[in-house]
């Protein structure tokens, strides 16, 4: 037996109201949370018409599914995972055709969904555990008779064959899902070269990445680092009890011996240091949801929007021709606005130059809904986060900007600096104090 889609009834909703065109398909994400037993699909989103369709065009296609530009479907995909929380992710992909094309139909989905996958973990800094589910979902839908066909692939083998999926709809399964916040400190300083600065950047964000990885989460004072249950008596009611936020907090070591042993002198013309304090989200279901699994949505978290807000600082520079020489650039500070018809929220990523009023305009073309901007919550790392996530530059002139110096701040007590862990993620209720040191760090060589 196949796997089984637990479906937000808004999704049916919305796949009911999008029909393809006469001579064409339609293709969308399917999103949301996988567990061991069974996945939830709580958000359909279409793929965005390029602007350059529906012009003239020399070459000839024998089919409407060879149109469909995958490169294009996979970007899409690893924008919209850009604006998603910890826990929820691109689950799969659906597509409409008309009678004609459906037996063809899941040759193309196949090669959509590797495509999505190949795209998606290219920039990821994080490694899948064994508890992690690697089969994909891939719905397709007649646009006449609107019958309904769901099967999975496994993305780790590309010689995979679709297995079928059972595919239920229900309503509000993601109402009461536990939401678990968490406020951190980075003080990243990363030495670059010259000729492979972004690489090096990568490289940086990655070491990093493992330490986060590596950290003990706790989850209300709890150690997260059992098998035991996240949600317990009668918390575990999923249609009576109300959302639950969680306070999170992940100790990291300060001092790896492995690391220590290992560590090398390398050349460097120069510095990039990332200093600031950031939001994170996740969510967890409550299919009987386990800890260490809430712990690993968070520390994802932590990871991917740190890795997200340097690579788009970086595509930004690059798109106007500039170059973090010796300079501060404010990274973008993360947003929230609710998602209709469920108890979560997406993210999205604001520049100091932006407004609420570009949020609300992407939100409606990389989600297909409208959001009004009184909506969307600007408050979770305003005003002080706007200047205290940063992204400096040093051309290597001070001899020891090149030192990998550790996350913690070199302005903390001698005290703390010896202890075995330090804090890099704090609750929500002790951001404004982690605030208040973090701006008084922002400028490099002060």
């Given at each position: 037996?196949?796997?089984?889609?637990?479906?937000e009834?808004s999704?049916?909703?919305?796949?009911?109201?999008?029909?393809a065109?006469?001579?064409?398909?339609?293709?969308g994400?399917?999103?949301?949370?996988?567990?061991?037993?069974k996945?939830?699909v709580?958000?359909?989103?279409?793929t965005?018409?390029?602007?350059?369709?529906?012009?003239?065009?020399?070459?000839?296609?024998?089919?409407?599914?060879?149109?469909?530009?995958?490169d294009?479907?996979?970007e899409h995909?690893?924008?919209?995972?850009?604006?998603?929380?910890?826990?929820?992710?691109v689950?799969?992909?659906?597509?409409?055709?008309?009678?004609?094309?459906?037996?063809?139909a899941?040759?193309?989905?196949?090669?959509?969904?590797?495509?999505?996958?190949?795209?998606?973990?290219?920039s990821?800094?994080?490694?899948?555990?064994?508890?992690?589910v690697?089969?994909?979902?891939?719905?397709?839908?007649?646009?006449?008779?609107?019958k309904?066909i769901?099967?999975?692939?496994d993305?780790?083998?590309p010689?995979c064959?679709?297995?079928?999926?059972?595919?239920?709809?229900?309503s509000?399964?993601?109402?009461?899902?536990?939401?678990l916040?968490?406020?951190?400190?980075?003080?990243?300083?990363i030495?670059v070269?010259?000729?492979?600065?972004?690489?090096?950047?990568?490289?940086g964000?990655?070491?990093?990445?493992?330490?986060?990885?590596?950290?003990l989460?706790?989850?209300?004072?709890?150690?997260?680092?059992?098998?035991?249950?996240?949600?317990?008596?009668?918390?575990?009611?999923t249609?009576?009890?109300?959302?639950?936020?969680?306070?999170?907090?992940?100790?990291?070591s300060?001092?790896?011996?492995?690391?220590r042993?290992?560590a090398?002198?390398?050349?460097?013309?120069?510095?990039?240091?990332?200093?600031?304090?950031?939001?994170?989200?996740?969510?967890?279901?409550?299919?009987?949801?386990?800890?260490?699994?809430?712990?690993?949505?968070i520390k994802?978290?932590?990871?991917?929007?740190?890795?997200?807000?340097?690579?788009?600082?970086l595509?930004?520079l690059?798109?106007?021709?500039?170059?973090?020489?010796?300079?501060?650039q404010?990274?973008?500070?993360?947003?929230?606005?609710?998602?209709?018809?469920?108890?979560?929220?997406?993210?999205?990523?604001?520049?100091?130059?932006?407004?609420?009023?570009?949020?609300?305009e992407?939100?409606?073309?990389?989600?297909?809904?409208?959001?009004?901007?009184?909506?969307i919550?600007?408050?979770?790392?305003?005003?002080?986060?706007?200047?205290?996530?940063?992204?400096?530059?040093?051309?290597?002139?001070?001899?020891?900007?090149?030192?990998?110096v550790?996350?913690?701040?070199n302005?903390?007590p001698v005290?703390?600096?010896?202890?075995s862990h330090y804090?890099?993620?704090?609750?929500?209720?002790?951001?404004?104090?982690?605030?208040a040191?973090?701006?008084s760090?922002?400028?490099?060589n002060e």
């Open positions: 037996m196949g796997r089984g889609y637990t479906v009834e999704v049916e909703k919305y796949l009911a109201s999008l029909s065109a006469a001579g064409s398909c339609e293709t994400l399917l999103i949301g949370q996988s567990s061991a037993q996945d939830f709580v958000l359909a989103v279409k965005p018409h390029r602007e350059s369709e529906g012009g003239s065009d020399s070459r000839r296609v024998s089919s409407p599914l060879d149109d469909i530009d995958a294009w479907v996979a995909a690893r924008q919209v995972s850009r604006m998603l929380p910890g826990g929820v992710n689950l799969g992909l659906f597509l409409i055709t008309p009678p004609e094309l459906s037996k063809e899941q040759n193309t989905l196949k090669r959509l969904i590797f495509a999505v996958d190949k795209c998606i973990s290219k990821r800094l994080w490694d899948l555990s064994e508890d992690d690697t089969d994909r979902v891939t719905l397709h839908i007649c646009s006449k008779t609107r309904a769901c099967k999975t692939y993305v780790k083998d010689k064959s679709a297995k079928p999926a059972d595919w239920k709809y229900l509000g399964i993601s109402s009461s899902w536990p939401v916040t968490c406020s951190v400190k980075v003080d990243l300083q030495p070269t010259e000729s492979s600065s972004e690489k090096c950047i990568k490289d964000l990655r070491r990093w990445a493992k330490q986060i990885e590596g950290g989460c706790l989850i209300n004072g709890r150690p997260a680092s059992d098998d035991s249950e996240l949600l317990s008596g009668s918390k575990k009611s249609k009576t009890s109300q959302q639950q936020t969680l306070q999170a907090q992940i100790l990291v300060e001092e790896d011996p492995v690391q042993c290992s090398v002198v390398q050349a460097s013309s120069g510095s990039v240091r990332v200093r600031g304090t950031i939001h994170c989200r996740a969510y967890s279901h409550t299919n009987k949801p386990r800890i260490r699994h809430a712990a690993q949505a994802r978290d932590v990871v991917n929007t740190v890795s997200d807000r340097v690579e788009m600082l595509e930004d690059q798109m106007n021709e500039e170059g973090p020489a010796s300079e501060q404010d990274l973008p500070q993360r947003v929230f606005a609710p998602l209709p018809g469920s108890g979560l929220t997406v993210c999205d990523y604001m520049f100091p130059d932006e407004t609420a009023t570009d949020v609300a992407r939100l409606k073309e990389m989600l297909d809904w409208e959001s009004a901007e009184e909506d919550d600007t408050s979770v790392e305003a005003p002080a986060c706007r200047s205290a996530s940063v992204l400096e530059a040093d051309d290597g002139r001070d001899d020891g900007a090149a030192q990998d550790p996350t913690e701040s302005t903390e005290k703390q600096q010896k202890a804090y890099a993620g704090v609750a929500v209720a002790a951001a404004v104090a982690l605030l040191t973090a701006t760090l922002l400028y490099l």
